[in-house]
């Protein structure tokens, strides 16, 4: 066995943000760590999901032993429905972070029932030659994890996602002593988050938003209405607190806000006070001073509940004069425009909208800043280091941080892009090769809408140039064509009859094209439609140099 080779296989998360996935193999033996999803870019028209492109793993099918998550984020369990359908292998993961994707998978039909095994941190698993920990690390979600992966070759410990919050509202401290005592027995490998590597200091205290909450709660005479990601258990927790102490009611509104408080309540790790509960169509008729809102949509996603409720559009409630809207969460770059649109409706209406940086805060990041990766550095004093989960400027700025580890036994640090392999055996550690690696873009949700690339350039297309349809009747009997050509355009120019001169002329050209071609090739369509597509491009291109979708359309009469 001394001469087998261990890999860290990239294969999302790196030079992104999200489709975090990682497949560590020995011999004939893979584990992948986390599977997720990330939101389309703008120039992703139509798209509704980006997953990662699993054909490294379906190639080498027969060697996937596992599936480990870290925690319940989208950017890290959002492709287990894809992965599932595609790979049967157990998911291991806590009871919450399972129960998220137990909902998620509820949209999906798979063939076969989901291996679901639940762990709880310190517990070790072991799984073909590995052997994994689970390590409690604070995040912006309950439940999160990082595993220290036991290889023959050495320890791996890959972080997941985390901060070194010292009063974590649930009292569940990062399980630092673990990770320091990994790093005296000495670990291999360090694979640690690079989120916040830009931010100077420390990340402040989950515990930093209460007294902001409290002086918006003390403030107050109206509703007070608050959105933030329906997975901050910590923050959903301090409003229904806040609400109990303040003599308020709680409507809690939104799909996923009701679920995940569901999920994370049956599992205690949620309490809600008895009574404090408000059916979502009561919540208008009791006065405003004795209601709080929960509600998810702070990313003004064009339907969920917040946006509905901008606009006046929601079945149940409706922000008045004097209301209080919190926006309790990041900004993420891209939604800024559909943010700032809610907002203004809000303002509009006459509501107070709280968002964006203030002292003290009215959001925290789930993620370290400097200090803290500078501390798990420190604590793990790895041989080898990858940064992971960031775009590659932080990946770069987290690898300098490494630098001074250079006398603590840090061998070297790689930069990978989603993609590479990082080999180590007993000579060292080195990039070697490739796998294949790609997005794969599913449409309305569903794993069997897959939007294929030439797709998405069409819409590029449509959006950027516009469609032009020439219509030409042919007679079935003769081939003969039985009146002038007509021209449809979208988002082009405008119609041929309104008087276009192009389009006019385009009908001459469509003519004349048909006038040279062999009675032959007038029978045949497919040649008619790619012979009429090339002169009518050539001659569009020459007039006006934009280059729009043509799509000829033969009618048989």
């Not at 938003?209 to 509703?223: A, G, N």
């Not at 405003?288 to 996603?301: N, R, Y």
């Not at 630098?403 to 000579?427: P, Y």
Request: hydrophobic fraction near 40%; include cysteine; aromatic fraction near 6%.
């Amino acid at each position: 066995m001394t001469d087998q080779k261990l890999q860290v296989v990239a294969l999302g998360g790196l030079g992104e943000f999200g489709m975090n996935m990682t497949a560590i193999r020995y011999g004939e033996d893979i584990i992948v760590v986390d599977s997720g999803m990330m939101f389309p870019e703008a120039e992703l028209l139509g798209v509704d999901l980006v997953m990662p492109d699993l054909t490294f793993l379906k190639e080498n099918q027969a060697q996937v032993r596992a599936l480990f998550l870290t925690h319940g984020h989208e950017d890290h369990i959002g492709a287990v429905p894809y992965f599932l359908s595609e790979i049967d292998v157990p998911v291991y993961g806590t009871a919450f972070t399972l129960a998220l994707v137990d909902r998620r998978l509820e949209e999906y039909e798979l063939e076969r029932e989901p291996r679901f095994i639940k762990i709880k941190p310190k517990q070790i698993v072991e799984v073909g030659p590995f052997k994994i920990e689970f390590i409690h690390v604070t995040h912006s979600i309950v439940s999160a994890v990082a595993l220290a992966i036991t290889t023959p070759l050495g320890v791996i410990i890959h972080t997941g996602d985390f901060k070194v919050d010292p009063t974590p509202t649930d009292n569940e401290l990062f399980d630092l002593h673990t990770v320091a005592d990994y790093g005296k027995r000495g670990v291999l490998l360090l694979l640690s988050d690079s989120t916040n590597s830009d931010r100077p200091g420390y990340t402040e205290s989950e515990r930093a938003v209460q007294p902001r909450m409290e002086d918006i709660f003390t403030r107050s005479e109206k509703r007070v209405v608050v959105s933030c990601f329906s997975s901050s258990i910590h923050r959903i927790q301090l409003v229904l607190d806040l609400a109990q102490e303040y003599g308020r009611r709680v409507a809690v509104i939104g799909r996923s806000m009701v679920s995940v408080t569901e999920i994370a309540h049956s599992l205690g790790l949620l309490t809600i006070p008895d009574g404090i509960l408000l059916r979502p169509q009561d919540a208008m008729d009791l006065p405003p001073g004795k209601v709080a809102i929960l509600i998810s949509g702070t990313q003004g996603e064009p339907m969920s509940a917040l946006s509905r409720v901008a606009v006046d559009n929601h079945k149940h409630i409706s922000v008045e004069k004097g209301d209080t809207v919190v926006l309790s969460s990041r900004i993420i770059p891209g939604n800024e425009k559909a943010i700032f649109r809610m907002i203004d409706h809000m303002a509009r209406r006459g509501a107070d909208v709280m968002y964006g940086s203030m002292n003290p805060p009215l959001h925290v990041s789930g993620h370290g800043s400097v200090e803290e990766m500078k501390l798990v550095l420190n604590l793990v004093r790895p041989r080898y280091f990858v940064p992971i989960h960031g775009e590659y400027r932080q990946l770069a700025k987290h690898a300098r941080l490494a630098e001074h580890l250079r006398f603590a036994g840090l061998e070297d640090s790689f930069l990978l892009d989603t993609g590479d392999i990082l080999e180590i055996d007993h000579h060292g550690a080195r990039k070697n090769g490739r796998v294949q690696v790609g997005r794969v873009c599913i449409d309305s949700g569903s794993i069997d809408d897959v939007v294929q690339e030439v797709v998405i350039r069409d819409r590029r297309h449509l959006s950027e140039d516009g469609i032009v349809l020439p219509i030409i009747a042919i007679n079935r009997h003769t081939g003969r064509v039985e009146s002038l050509p007509e021209i449809v355009s979208r988002g082009f120019a405008l119609a041929a009859e309104d008087g276009s001169e192009v389009l006019q002329n385009a009908r001459q050209v469509v003519a004349k094209t048909l006038e040279g071609s062999s009675q032959e090739e007038k029978t045949d369509w497919g040649v008619m439609k790619e012979k009429i597509r090339a002169d009518l491009k050539r001659y569009i291109v020459k007039e006006t140099a934009r280059r729009p979708l043509i799509m000829p359309v033969i009618l048989e009469v």
